[in-house]
């Protein structure tokens, strides 16, 4: 089955210290990106990667690390969490023009909420 | 400042009801117009999508209109049912592989 898996799905953690969400997709998409969804705010994205090695800021970088050394796989790093980044966070992938009308379509895994006391 | 808008922040519609959701931007440079759907506990997943040079995209039940010189979206679900009852969030896409989402809609479809 074609998919996004994200883990942690659910964690508590207190200020500082460093924690990892893990993304990995099997549909050899290029393109995968993290949002964070917050009330009224919608999706933002925090960091995006076209490829294997190659990643770029998105929107609310700030806080967080990404790499991306294999194309399945791109984590989340928190080096020193704090309560604003307490949040319900999405992994997503995507490869070009694979929707309907052209437009690139992302597939989503299940979220990852993370509280950060 | 958001460039992607959705001003009702949740909709009440009675089954078999014909349902609007509404999606305003301020940008003109995005290329595709995307609705996806969320259910609790669950990632969005993707409804449908219209491209720039298009006015309406019709799949089933659900058809989306772009109304470029107004800067608006809309996603009619006709008839509702109580399995579209969910948070629906309008995606505008730029550059290729940039989205932006809108902060999304609660639609309850009443039986």
């Known amino acids: 089955e074609a998919q996004v898996t994200q883990n942690p799905r659910y964690l508590i953690t207190v200020t500082g210290k460093k924690l990892t969400v893990t993304c990995s997709q099997n549909m050899n998409h290029e393109y995968m990106s993290w949002y964070r969804q917050d009330p009224g705010l919608g999706l933002r994205q925090i960091y995006y990667s076209m490829n294997v090695e190659v990643t770029d800021k998105g929107d609310v970088p700030e806080g967080y690390k990404v790499s991306r050394k294999e194309k399945r796989n791109f984590p989340l790093i928190l080096e020193s969490p704090s309560p604003n980044q307490t949040s319900l966070y999405f992994c997503?992938?995507?490869?070009?023009?694979?929707?309907?009308?052209?437009?690139?379509?992302?597939?989503f895994g299940a979220g990852s909420r993370l509280t950060v006391l | 400042d958001q460039q992607v808008k959705q001003n009702s922040p949740s909709l009440s519609v009675q089954e078999g009801r014909i349902s609007i959701l509404n999606c305003d931007y301020t940008n003109s440079m995005f290329d595709y117009f995307l609705w996806y759907k969320k259910y609790p506990a669950e990632g969005p997943t993707f409804l449908i999508s219209i491209s720039s040079i298009k006015d309406k995209n019709e799949d089933g039940r659900f058809t989306v209109f772009l109304n470029k010189s107004a800067k608006h979206l809309s996603l009619h679900i006709v008839p509702s049912q109580p399995g579209d009852s969910a948070v629906y969030f309008c995606a505008l896409l730029k550059h290729g592989q940039n989205f932006v989402f809108g902060p999304g809609t609660r639609l309850s479809v009443l039986p």
């Open positions: 997503a992938s995507s490869s070009p023009g694979t929707g309907t009308s052209g437009a690139n379509v992302l597939t």
